[in-house]
C-alpha cells in the first residue's frame, strides 16, 4: 500500500446507495453505485490514547469549503488502479449537514462491478481517504483522572487526494499520521512539564538562598 508522508489518511464506512423509483431503477440498471461518508461534521473520534494523553479529532463544518478537489479517484487498497474518478464523472463529492458523501459508480469496468458485488454482499465495507491540512487548532483539557485530553479541529482541508475501498481498514497509513500527530503532542506535553520542574527547582533554590542570607 503506497503511503505518502506528507498525507493523513483516515477510515469510513461504504454502503450499496439505494434506488427506490422502479423507474430510476431501470434506468440505471447498468450502473454500479456506491456511496458513504468520507468524513462526518462535528463529531470527535479518538485518534490516540494512553494511560496520560487522549488525542481526539473532529472536522469542522466548512472544513471542505474551498477544499482542492481536483481529480479525486477512487482506489482499492491504494494500489494504484482506478475505479472511479471525478473528472470523467464517474465519481462525485458533495457536502451536507452531516459531513462529505461520495457518490462512485463502478459499473465502468468488469473489476469495478466485481467490486460493487463485493461492496453488496458486505465484503468489503470500508474505505480510507487521503488529505492535506492547511488549517486546525487543538483544545487542551485536563480529565479527572489526570489525563490529558486534546482535541484536534481540522478547519480546513486544503487537497483530497483519493477515496480507496478496503479489505481491511487502512490502519497502516492511518496510523503513521496518528503517530506523527501524537509523537508531537507527547514531545511539547514532555517539554512542559520539565520546564515546569526547572522552574520549581529554580525556584526553591532561590527560597533556600534567601533563608541562608
Same mark, same amino acid.
Given at each position: 500500500?503506497?503511503? =505518502?508522508?506528507?498525507?493523513?489518511?483516515?477510515?469510513?464506512?461504504?454502503?450499496?446507495?439505494?434506488?427506490?423509483?422502479?423507474?430510476?431503477?431501470?434506468?440505471? =440498471?447498468?450502473?454500479?453505485?456506491?456511496?458513504?461518508?468520507?468524513?462526518?461534521?462535528?463529531?470527535?473520534?479518538?485518534?490516540?490514547?494512553?494511560?496520560?494523553?487522549?488525542?481526539?479529532?473532529?472536522?469542522?463544518?466548512?472544513?471542505?469549503?474551498?477544499?482542492?478537489?481536483?481529480?479525486?479517484?477512487?482506489?482499492?487498497?491504494?494500489?494504484?488502479?482506478?475505479?472511479?474518478?471525478?473528472?470523467?464523472?464517474?465519481?462525485?463529492?458533495?457536502?451536507?449537514? =452531516?459531513?462529505?458523501?461520495? !457518490?462512485?459508480?463502478?459499473?465502468?469496468?468488469?473489476?469495478?462491478?466485481?467490486?460493487?458485488?463485493?461492496?453488496?454482499?458486505?465484503?468489503?465495507?470500508?474505505?480510507?481517504?487521503?488529505?492535506?491540512?492547511?488549517?486546525?487548532?487543538?483544545?487542551?483539557?485536563?480529565?479527572?483522572?489526570?489525563?490529558?485530553?486534546?482535541?484536534?479541529t481540522i478547519k480546513h482541508v486544503r487537497k483530497l487526494y483519493d477515496v480507496s475501498a478496503v479489505s481491511i481498514p487502512a490502519n497502516d497509513a492511518t496510523s503513521i499520521?496518528?503517530?506523527?500527530?501524537?509523537?508531537?503532542?507527547?514531545? =511539547?506535553?514532555?517539554?512542559?512539564?520539565?520546564?515546569?520542574?526547572?522552574? !520549581?527547582?529554580?525556584?526553591?533554590?532561590?527560597?533556600?538562598?534567601?533563608?541562608?542570607?
Amino acid at each position: 500500500m503506497p503511503i =505518502k508522508a506528507d498525507r493523513e489518511y483516515r477510515d469510513m464506512t461504504l454502503s450499496v446507495v439505494d434506488i427506490d423509483d422502479d423507474q430510476e431503477q431501470e434506468e440505471q =440498471k447498468d450502473e454500479k453505485v456506491v456511496r458513504g461518508y468520507a468524513s462526518t461534521f462535528n463529531e470527535p473520534y479518538t485518534l490516540f490514547e494512553d494511560d496520560s494523553l487522549v488525542y481526539q479529532e473532529q472536522v469542522d463544518r466548512d472544513a471542505f469549503s474551498g477544499t482542492d478537489m481536483t481529480d479525486v479517484i477512487m482506489q482499492y487498497n491504494h494500489e494504484g488502479r482506478v475505479f472511479a474518478r471525478t473528472s470523467n464523472d464517474t465519481l462525485s463529492i458533495s457536502t451536507d449537514d =452531516k459531513g462529505l458523501l461520495i !457518490e462512485a459508480n463502478l459499473g465502468g469496468t468488469e473489476i469495478g462491478r466485481n467490486l460493487y458485488e463485493e461492496i453488496q454482499g458486505g465484503y468489503t465495507n470500508k474505505m480510507s481517504f487521503g488529505f492535506t491540512v492547511d488549517d486546525d487548532a487543538e483544545n487542551r483539557e485536563e480529565d479527572s483522572d489526570g489525563r490529558i485530553r486534546i482535541t484536534r479541529t481540522i478547519k480546513h482541508v486544503r487537497k483530497l487526494y483519493d477515496v480507496s475501498a478496503v479489505s481491511i481498514p487502512a490502519n497502516d497509513a492511518t496510523s503513521i499520521s496518528v503517530r506523527s500527530l501524537a509523537d508531537g503532542v507527547i514531545s =511539547k506535553l514532555q517539554a512542559e512539564r520539565l520546564e515546569k520542574e526547572a522552574l !520549581e527547582l529554580r525556584r526553591k533554590k532561590m527560597l533556600m538562598r534567601a533563608k541562608l542570607l
